[in-house]
Nanobody, 118 residues
């Protein structure tokens, strides 16, 4: 099993920054990639950023140059993934979810709300 716990969401004014954290535990050795997704009201969940087990990253076009995904996988029992969000815009407002991607399964955290005011 895999457990994911996000933290770091909140309320910020446009132009501000937030850092999201995701602590993953359980079968972390099975992860092919970790990612951050978001879902705004009335919209589908979308990929924000992803980092593979090999360290390759990719980003949604809407966040390139503003968001950075990183990880700390030096510990044997937990896996930490971060999303540094700078120059936030009102359209970044959403529930942000951490995800662990394995062959055949995607595990999700409970989500953390990010609200950006104009």
């Amino acid at each position: 099993q895999v457990q994911l716990v996000e933290s770091g969401g909140g309320f910020v004014q446009a132009g501000g920054s937030l850092r999201l954290s995701c602590l993953a535990s359980g079968r972390i050795f099975s992860f092919d990639a970790m990612g951050w997704y978001r879902q705004a009201p009335g919209k589908q969940r979308e990929l924000v950023a992803r980092i593979t087990s090999g360290g390759r990253t990719n980003y949604a076009d809407s966040v390139k140059g503003r968001f950075t995904i990183s990880r700390d996988n030096t510990k044997s029992t937990v896996y930490l993934v971060y999303l540094q969000m700078n120059s936030l815009k009102p359209e970044d407002t959403a529930v942000y979810y951490c995800a662990a991607l394995t062959i055949g399964n995607t595990y999700w955290g409970q989500g953390t709300q990010v609200t950006v005011s104009s």
